[in-house]
């Protein structure tokens, strides 16, 4: 990570010491700042998509956002694909019950109290927020450089293109699992009352806001009374 010419100072990355210089440190800070992560976790992953560049025919940041992006991803839909399965009504009752175990694992339920599953639920809520807040910021940024007539980058206005897409199917991603939660009897009538209470607050009607719709249909057939 250094090169011939270049100061270079150490920096300890799980407990392994590399000498790194100035352009590696200050891209880690950028590759932070866009990604809202500390410095060394930062480092930790620029240092990761080193090798992976080449690959992807890609800068290293632009690469290390891919990664971090993917990773998330990946990980939403195993979360997502782990639920479903948990709450298939479809499916083999042996397999459901498998998968239910794994999920109760997840949601840290036990002797049968829901109360860590609901929290769990309102944190992928909270999740789903904080993309909006990441999509909006990323707009404003967009907008800002079109302003000062910065967008000739390819690299940068791709980058801000793949962040959009990735953060949209992860947010959908948040959705389903919630609506699926809902599904499997993890969640309450509260949880119910906290959903429609962010409904209410959201202000601007975005395509990312569909992704509400499967968990507060689940919502209405769980809680919902037929009632007036």
């Not at 694992?105 to 807040?133: N, P, V």
Request: charged fraction near 25%; aromatic fraction near 8%.
């Amino acid at each position: 990570m250094t090169k011939a010419g270049r100061r270079s100072c150490p920096v300890l990355i799980e407990d392994v010491e590399y000498q790194v210089n100035e352009e590696f440190k200050q891209d880690t800070i950028q590759l932070a700042d866009l990604l809202d992560l500390d410095e060394i976790e930062s480092a930790k992953l620029y240092l990761g998509a080193l090798e992976d560049a080449q690959e992807l025919d890609r800068g290293p940041i632009t690469t290390s956002v891919i990664r971090f992006h993917e990773k998330r991803q990946f990980l939403l839909e195993c979360l997502r694909l782990t639920i479903k399965a948990a709450t298939n009504l479809d499916d083999d009752v042996g397999s459901r019950e498998i998968f239910a175990e794994v999920v109760k694992q997840i949601l840290q339920i036990k002797d049968g109290r829901h109360d860590t599953a609901s929290a769990y639920w309102r944190k992928c809520i909270s999740a789903m927020g904080d993309i909006e807040k990441w999509l909006q910021q990323l707009a404003e940024l967009a907008q800002k450089l079109s302003i000062l007539g910065q967008t000739n980058s390819v690299d940068f206005v791709e980058l801000l293109s793949y962040q959009r897409s990735s953060l949209v199917q992860q947010h959908e991603s948040l959705g389903a699992v919630a609506s699926y939660l809902i599904k499997g009897g993890y969640t309450s009538a509260d949880d119910f009352r906290f959903l429609c209470t962010k409904l209410k607050l959201l202000d601007k009607h975005d395509i990312v806001l569909v992704h509400y719709i499967p968990a507060l249909t689940c919502s209405i057939t769980q809680f919902g009374s037929s009632e007036g």
